[in-house]
């Protein structure tokens, strides 16, 4: 079974640019969650669709930041216009039901965004 | 404001000896508890969990022990490998299927 799949792993843009980062979940997985990592810190939570609707979008730091799911399938996470602070890991998780005590989150590999 | 801290940036064992790392946190509702670790360009990978009525769970080499009175949790490695060498997260249930995450720490066992 394949895992989470994110493209690209690596993306260098300059600020004011535009960015869109990929996530392919696991197949079946209803749940998928954005994370980001900045600079060896803690990884935040940044939001949580079931199905193509966003379930929890408490984490997004701000409007420069789109999360997509449409079909409910791959997610997109755009990120118009990227600034400095924008830089670090994305990670996506996905999981087939909604509880965390019952379910695992399964993590990609990540997404290194570097914003100079 | 970080909820979880994981205060020791890195560790380093000997093979065969004891990994004990440490995470506190603040907000006394969080009611599940996790360990995740990650290797070098890996997503995080879940290993062992701790729901709040329980002080311990045990899952082979590796056990989590709960202190709720302390806001702390530990995760015990015994004996140590060096394949275990990684970055540890310690994680939090906030509510729903959001967690928060610690900094992580580093663990080099040496063999």
């Known amino acids: 079974e394949a895992g989470v799949t994110q493209f690209p792993s690596h993306s260098v843009i300059e600020k004011g640019q535009t960015v869109t980062l990929r996530c392919d979940p696991i197949?079946?997985?209803?749940?998928l969650y954005w994370y980001r990592r900045v600079m060896g810190k803690e990884i935040k939570f940044l939001l949580h669709f079931v199905k193509e609707s966003k379930q929890d979008e408490s984490g997004m730091p701000n409007n420069r930041f789109l999360a997509e799911r449409t079909g409910g399938t791959y997610s997109t996470l755009k990120v118009q216009p990227a600034e400095l602070e924008d830089s670090g890991v994305y990670f996506c998780?996905?999981?087939?039901?909604?509880?965390?005590?019952?379910?695992?989150?399964?993590f990609g590999p990540g997404t290194r965004l570097t914003v100079l | 404001d970080q909820q979880v801290k994981q205060n020791s940036p890195s560790l380093s064992v000997q093979e065969g000896r004891i990994s004990i790392l440490n995470c506190d946190y603040t907000?006394?509702?969080?009611?599940?508890f996790l360990w995740y670790k990650k290797y070098p360009a890996e997503g995080p990978t879940f290993l062992i969990s701790?729901?709040?009525?329980?002080d311990k769970n045990e899952d082979g080499r590796f056990t989590v022990f709960l202190n709720k009175s302390a806001k702390h949790l530990s995760l015990h490695i015994v004996p140590s490998q060096p394949g275990d060498s990684a970055v540890y997260f310690c994680a939090a249930r906030e509510y729903g299927n959001k967690l928060v995450f610690g900094a992580g720490t580093i663990l080099r066992v040496k063999s």
């Open positions: 701790i729901s709040s009525i329980k």
């Open positions: 998780a996905s999981s087939q039901q909604g509880d965390l005590i019952t379910d695992t989150q399964y």
């Open positions: 907000n006394s509702m969080f009611d599940y």
């Open positions: 197949s079946g997985h209803d749940n």
